[in-house]
């Protein structure tokens, strides 16, 4: 069975009690069953260098992954934030060259792929009989999809125009691929499928970025998709507006925001998640609240919870009696009580250590794992996160040429040498306008190789779609990008 590590002192925060143990809860989809019901039960061996030369295998045939990073985290305190932002306000960071001390080291395509960390919720959700419970199970994946956001404050590097990311695990049951699809506006399309041909999940990313003067705000534009293939069911939503605060003075921090709508296209069921502002007093920080509806409006359940912790599901008529108790109540003077007078100089985030207040009947659809003991030095990457970037040989010989893992700034970041990073990062940023000033002089249009627009089957909308062709791995006409 898959073994979730205890932390250190430094990152209690996710070791909280979030009510998974509670006697009056139910638990049938926890987070240490969810990876037995299709793969067989394991222990993951960890490596002890967390650098790999070679393929490393467990004894079971499953590749193993690195734990850590080469080199760790570089420290940003030296450097002036605000002589470079202040003459940002108002304008659409994508169209701004940022420096490097801005970034982690992972291509916005890498931080994509993390939406599929938790993909043992999509399996589980293609196994359940009943469309609600599907529904249940879909709802928590979303949540899931942005959790591993939490006090992660550097910005990815922005993808070059045709660079890709490809990523197969066999551990979780997926194959994954990304491309740059446009620079001006960024766009990123992405497709994935279950090793079983049990689903599909594709969509594009629009990213809007915006700074505020203490705030940078990214409002995630473009249409998710996920197909259930044995219950031949699609269902589509958009991510929440992310928003990092502080970014001037004071200590960072991060909030999601905004209604995130999922609609099953088959039933005409839907499911509105409330992912909350923090609020007077930062009672609402990081709550996630909503209704799975039918096709009559009617609420079938109540979903809960912190898209950093966890996410509960539980009957309307238990929920709203448990309100009108003022069952919540307690816990919100708590966090009053906790907050002190609020600083004019930054928004500080506020100090709210609860967990979740869990209605006695609840289920429990999803918990976040824990994060590694040493995840402060290396960006606040999660486990997942620390492997993306990986590369050995064997993986370097099946690669396509644009996949962001050879491009030359990341890597220099990731190994601790942040002059090498500037460096390569202002010739790669150079080397795409020259690219780009060539094509405008030769009336040249640039062509995707593996996402074409197209119509979207459910919402109508003219969306990225994979065309098919990646895995055959014919890349004899990539692009020189790096």
């Known amino acids: 069975m898959l073994q979730i590590r205890r932390m250190g002192s430094e990152e209690e925060f ?24 299709i793969f067989t039960d394991r222990e993951v061996v960890r490596s002890e260098t967390g650098v790999m030369n070679s393929t490393e295998f467990q004894e079971n045939g499953i590749k193993r992954h690195r734990t850590t990073l080469p080199a760790p985290m570089f420290s940003r305190s030296n450097f002036s934030v605000w002589s470079f932002l202040k003459k940002c306000i108002g304008m659409e960071l994508s169209k701004i060259t940022m420096p490097i001390v801005f970034n982690e080291p992972l291509s916005f395509l890498q931080r994509i792929t993390e939406y599929m960390e938790h993909t043992y919720l999509i399996h589980k959700a293609c196994l359940l009989p009943d469309s609600v419970e599907r529904m249940q199970v879909i709802a928590a994946f979303a949540v899931s999809a942005v959790a591993s956001q939490w006090e992660r404050t550097g910005k990815p590097f922005n993808p070059l125009l045709g660079e890709t990311f490809e990523l197969i695990r066999d551990d979780l049951g997926f194959k994954f691929v990304a491309e740059q699809v446009s620079h001006h506006p960024p766009v990123s399309a992405f497709y994935a499928e279950g090793l079983n041909k049990d689903f599909i999940f594709q969509g594009s990313i629009y990213p809007k970025l915006k700074f505020w003067g203490k705030s940078v705000e990214a409002e995630p534009r473009g249409t ?10 699609a269902y589509t939503w958009t991510n929440p507006t992310c928003c990092v605060h502080n970014v001037i003075l004071g200590k960072l ?51 809960y919870g912190k898209w950093t912790e966890c996410l509960w599901c539980i009957d309307p008529n238990t929920y709203e009696t448990y ?38 009947g609840s289920k429990l659809l999803w918990r976040i794992p824990s994060r590694p003991s040493h995840s402060a030095k290396m960006y606040n990457f999660t486990n997942f996160a620390v492997s993306l970037n990986e590369l050995d040989k064997e993986l370097e010989a099946v690669l396509a040429p644009t996949d962001c893992r050879f491009r030359p700034d990341i890597r220099a970041m990731e190994n601790g ?64 990008i790096y």
């Open 14 to 37: 996710f070791d909280a009690v979030t009510g998974l143990e509670s006697e009056d809860s139910s638990g049938e989809f926890s987070e240490a069953g969810s990876a037995d019901f």
């Open 224 to 233: 998710i998709t996920l197909e259930l293939l044995r219950s031949n069911e």
């Open 253 to 303: 921090w991060i909030e999601q925001y905004g209604i995130v709508e999922i609609t099953n296209h088959s039933t005409g069921e839907k499911c509105l998640l409330n992912f909350k502002k923090c609020g007077l007093f930062g009672k609402e920080l990081h709550r996630v609240e909503g209704y799975i509806l039918d096709k009559n409006k009617k609420k079938l359940c109540v979903i």
């Open 323 to 360: 309100k009108k108790k003022g069952g919540d109540s307690k816990a919100a003077k708590q966090i009053e009580e906790q907050i002190g007078s609020e600083s004019d100089e930054a928004d500080d985030m506020p100090e709210v250590q609860e967990t979740v207040q869990v209605i006695p």
């Open 417 to 480: 040498d942040m002059d090498l990073a500037s460096k390569e990062k202002e010739r790669l940023e150079e080397k795409q306008r020259a690219a780009r000033k060539e094509r405008a002089q030769t009336a040249e249009e640039w062509n995707t190789r593996w996402f074409q627009q197209k119509t979207h089957s459910y919402t109508g909308t003219l969306e990225w779609t994979y065309s098919g062709g990646y895995f055959d791995r014919n890349f004899t006409d990539c692009p020189d």
